[in-house]
């Protein structure tokens, strides 16, 4: 397959460098001071890094490009193969920076959703390569998302294709799968992107690097510009890679304590995005909110709800177990505690034989209520109750019958300084297959969905096996005891203690 590269660059004539055509000698040809322990120009080729990468990676030389960071080698690829207004293909959510390049460089940019379970929609992407797209960047393991895309979708592209196929592989050193570093010599169109950042702990020093085809390779250094990657930056670089150990030492480590606080994560109820990276993508409702609490009290997070498929997603990069338990107590301090109770037979007496209370003769607030809703006030929990009234507004049990007793509980509690945050109550009969009735969820789903709950530490009180089977559904634990017993003080008092 023979590449094609921009108009622009057909009779191009590289820049002639001092130090490309001499590095050794009396070097007086490139106006440098002969004084200082920097004066001279850096090694336009990067020579000793490349071959330190070669040998970590199995290699040649001749397939590796170090760049500034693996920022410049994206600019640098759209202006190689990218002509003003030719097309770069992005699967989102992705890494911003590939959009950003092409539009900086005058291409225009096409995107594509990944599919429900974030994998390429190889149907979609072939289609829009007819439409004359040059480039295509996937990022494998995936930033923001954290999953690896299927290697076998990545090289089908990379055969049905003539454009070229950027993997980035930015975070691979803590996949569990292998880098696709193996698969340029079979696919001439293959751009691997890798990185010091990440997993060897180098951003500062601002070093990446491309493995492709020898062609390929040669394209980036006719473009580049003359001296990209400092002494400092390729000193430090090639230090790195002499420890390869220590890196994956540190890899270990990363993993473990990703795992650890995905486990904490997963018990305050946060839905957890499937990461082969040192970050973790989380959901939480009101993801900004939080976001904007955490760094209120120095905790540094990333919002990626904007992103599609992602609303309220926050974005954590795992640090030292201090740090880690840091964020842990901050993010709780944000998360409501919420104490879910059933009325009738936890707070009010239920009479056995109607089982409704329909007047005040029928009203009576269980002994231990009030005590125990004043603990759980002070313990920092938001009360909310959550009730199956059977067939208010009928004929057998008109809303006013319903309302007065109930009301006298609203004022009686709010004078001892009880007051519920929500108070949800379906008004249905069984037989009429409503969707809000327990232990169903329809009651308070959109309060879950607009509430940041901490799922770990908040429950419900129940007299019902419906209404735990109502508290699994919601993902808090339930507290189950005999219909009008004296049991909601105790329970207060077993969670406070």
Not at 64 to 79: A, Q, R
Not at 327 to 355: H, M, N, S, W, Y
């Amino acid at each position: 397959m023979k590449i094609a590269i921009s108009k622009k660059l057909v009779n191009l004539k590289p820049y002639g460098c001092a130090r490309a055509l001499a590095n050794e000698g009396v070097l007086m040809d490139a106006n440098e001071s002969p004084f200082g322990k920097f004066n001279r120009y850096p090694d336009p080729f990067s020579l000793e890094v490349r071959r330190a990468l070669s040998e970590f990676l199995n290699s040649g030389v001749e397939n590796i490009f170090v760049g500034n960071g693996s920022d410049e080698i994206i600019d640098l690829l759209i202006k190689a193969f990218c002509d003003y207004g030719d097309k770069v293909l992005i699967p989102k959510p992705t890494y911003g920076m590939y959009e950003v390049a092409a539009v900086i460089n005058g291409a225009k940019t096409k995107f594509i959703e990944l599919k429900s379970n974030f994998q390429l929609d190889l149907e979609g992407i072939f289609r829009t390569l007819n439409d004359g797209v040059k480039i295509i960047f996937l990022c494998s393991p995936n930033n923001p998302l954290g999953n690896c895309l299927n290697d076998k979708d990545i090289l089908e592209l990379c055969g049905r294709t003539k454009a070229i196929v950027v993997v980035d592989e930015a975070y691979i050193e803590f996949a569990s799968k292998k880098s696709l570093v193996g698969a340029v010599g079979k696919y001439p169109n293959l751009v691997i992107l890798r990185t010091l950042s990440k997993a060897w702990g180098a951003a500062g020093i601002r070093v990446g690097y491309a493995v492709a085809s020898k062609e390929l390779i040669e394209i980036l250094f006719r473009i580049k510009s003359p001296y990209n990657v400092s002494v400092l930056n390729q000193e430090a670089a090639i230090k790195i890679l002499k420890n390869p150990k220590n890196m994956m030492k540190n890899v270990k480590s990363i993993l473990r304590e990703k795992r650890r606080i995905t486990g904490i994560l997963e018990k305050l109820g946060m839905a957890i995005f499937p990461s082969e990276t040192n970050f973790i993508l989380f959901n939480v409702p009101k993801s900004v909110v939080i976001q904007n609490k955490l760094q209120e009290n120095g905790v540094v997070v990333r919002d990626r709800s904007k992103e599609p498929g992602l609303k309220n997603a926050l974005r954590i990069t795992i640090g030292k177990r201090s740090e880690n338990d840091f964020f842990l107590v901050e993010l709780e301090k944000c998360l409501k505690k919420v104490a879910f109770i059933d009325r009738d037979g936890v707070i009010l007496f239920e009479p056995q034989d109607t089982f409704k209370i329909d007047s005040l003769m029928a009203y009576r607030i269980l002994p231990g209520v009030v005590e125990g809703l004043k603990l759980l006030l002070m313990a920092g929990y938001n009360l909310v109750m959550v009730s199956n009234q059977n067939g208010i507004g009928t004929e057998n049990f008109p809303t006013e019958d319903f309302l007065i007793p109930h009301e006298k509980m609203i004022t009686d509690l709010a004078k001892e300084g009880i007051k519920f945050e929500k108070i949800f109550v379906c008004p249905h009969m069984p037989d009429d297959k409503c969707k809000c009735r327990k232990p169903k969820i329809g009651l308070v789903k959109k309060y879950l969905e607009e509430n940041p709950i901490n799922y770990g530490k908040s429950f419900m009180a129940v007299d019902r096996e419906t209404d735990m089977e109502f508290a699994k559904n919601i993902g808090v634990k339930g507290y189950k005891a005999r219909c009008n017993a004296d049991y909601l003080l105790k329970i207060a008092k077993k969670i406070t203690r």
